[in-house]
């Protein structure tokens, strides 16, 4: 539902085709994905970009940006912007297993945050939100991939479900919004993804296999190999979300992801295969057939037909070749 069509916004170009210059409020700048969402924005000579980040001391790394300090709890202090992309709270394993409250309030607290920041602007912006596909919980062996229409849900009785369950509150709250006007809210579900900003010192599977491969030490399988992911490359992310800006109201939630499925056992054992091919180091790789309260669903794997059809895009670099991107220039950055 879009409510906001009196502000005027038009959707009939590209970004890069605009002669005005357009303003984007980037909430969480630092991570992987605001990262790769920089790089995206300096395609673009018309953009004006604004960082968020909950430390000044962290302001010499947005050469390009401005920066603003924000901690959550507080609007946003800065001037209007035609755009918010929320991407600031934690997907982080460890957390949602210690703290399962505080990762629902930071979900929650951040977008009642963007819609106060909002409704001081007086503008509607829009705003695409970064959920995830973890709000759907355990979803059905019979489904090889997730729809974009499911409405299957994380069980209310299981801590595990406060990362999932945060984010779908934080997408009720951005709906309520955008149906009172105050914003044009998009809702973006992601899933995994690859590239040389992937950390390799969290819960990234890929990302640890990569360190492993670097140090040439063997790739380590916690678990026993089965778990069957996906991988969209960091540059098909940076490129769905910022097309997501420039299209009409969204019918639908976007799914942003790969269809392409993997299990661990085969991602390590392409890691191993292509560090070897292009770095001449060979390495193992050892299952433990451990588990832990850190895991994740057996399978995570997105149907992204709608999204595609509606952006008009699609996957253009494989996980080989991504990997290959990550083993010749992955920097290790832990943010």
Known sequence: MDNCGSVGRQFSSYLGERTAVSRILLLGGSGFVGRTLRDEFRRYSNLEVVVTSTSPKIQSQFDHESHVCWQIGTPVDCGPCDYIIHAA??????????????????????????????????????????????????????????????????????????YGEGKRAAEVILSIATEHGLVDGVVARLFAFSGKYLPMDRHFALGNFVRDALSGTEIVIRGDGQTIRSYLDQVDLARWITRMLEVGPAEHVYHVGSEIPISMRDLANLVSNRAYALLGRKTNVRLLNQKSNLDGILRYVPSTKMTREALGLSETISLSDSIDQMLLGADGDPH
């Not at 705003?127 to 062996?141: D, I, P, R």
């Open 89 to 162: 709270t934690p997907a982080s394993a460890q957390l949602n297993a210690s703290e399962p409250e505080t990762m629902i309030r930071l979900n929650t607290q951040s977008m009642f945050d963007v819609i106060d920041t909002a409704r001081r602007w007086g503008n509607c912006p829009r705003v695409v939100f970064l959920s995830s596909g973890a709000v759907y919980g355990v979803t059905s062996e019979s489904q090889s991939l997730v729809p974009e229409d499911w409405t299957g849900a994380c069980s209310t009785l299981s801590s595990k479900s406060a």
